[in-house]
């Protein structure tokens, strides 16, 4: 089934505070789009894990927020993205535990845990693409 | 700098997180916990957290990381009023409170560690009562 994008934005992610407005704005468009409580804090905890990862270790990006529609279902689709050094072994990040900065390395499997779709790019050297998306 | 304020009850040190964390704040409150339990001696550490609308790896790392420290200073941590909703986020994120006691609320927190500082002098003086039994 094709999927529309009705409603595009982006948002900076340059700073802690940048993070807290993410958070906001996911959790505005969560509603927006009808999710439930519940749903609404997995999404936003999941966009809270990667916008910190994109500012921590991509050195600050950006995340494009999309509301789509694929039939008569609608989602929330974003699209973390920065040019910071990239992860050479995806699998090893992807591992829950695994941290190279002294966290808890569970931001990358807990955001793939608490949405529905996961996508992950990266290129050493060039940067870090996450996108994930959570269905009503 | 802002900083948390942090409220001091009996032996009991008490800490409403009612802002989105950001890092200075999240590293202030710890170091300033870290400086109060030995400042005051005091036994337990409550955190309300029910203005909390996500608990993240970062901010789950800043309790379990108060709760290492308090229990070396030997002080328990409790964490209060977390959100059903967060509650259910955490378990799918992977995020295990190692080392925190969790409460509905402040009130039920409260009386969590009042009876666990009992049990402790209790403990303390058991072989005293046992000489007045026998
Ligand atoms: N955008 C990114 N650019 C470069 N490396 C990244 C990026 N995101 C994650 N990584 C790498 O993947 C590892 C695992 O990330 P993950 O978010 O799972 O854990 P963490 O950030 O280390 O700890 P936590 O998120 O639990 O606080 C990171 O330690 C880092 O090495
Ligand atoms: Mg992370």
Redesign the interface.
Known sequence: MTVKSTKVETLPIRSGDDVVRVRQRVRALAIEIGLGLVDQTKFVTAASELARNALDYGGGGEVRAEIVQAGMRKGLRLTFEDQGPGIADIEQAMTDHYTSGGGLGLGLGGAKRLSNEFHIESTPGAGTRVTIARWK | MDRIPILKLGGVLIVTIQV?M???LALALEEDLTAMIVRTGARAVLIEISAL??????I??ML?SIAAVSRILDADTVVAGM????A??LV????ELTGIKTALNVERGMALIQSRLAEEEEDGCGGDREVHEG
């Open positions: 989105d950001h890092d200075r609308e996500i608990v993240d790896s970062f789950g790392r379990v959100r059903p909703a967060v259910i986020t799918e994120l992977g995020l």
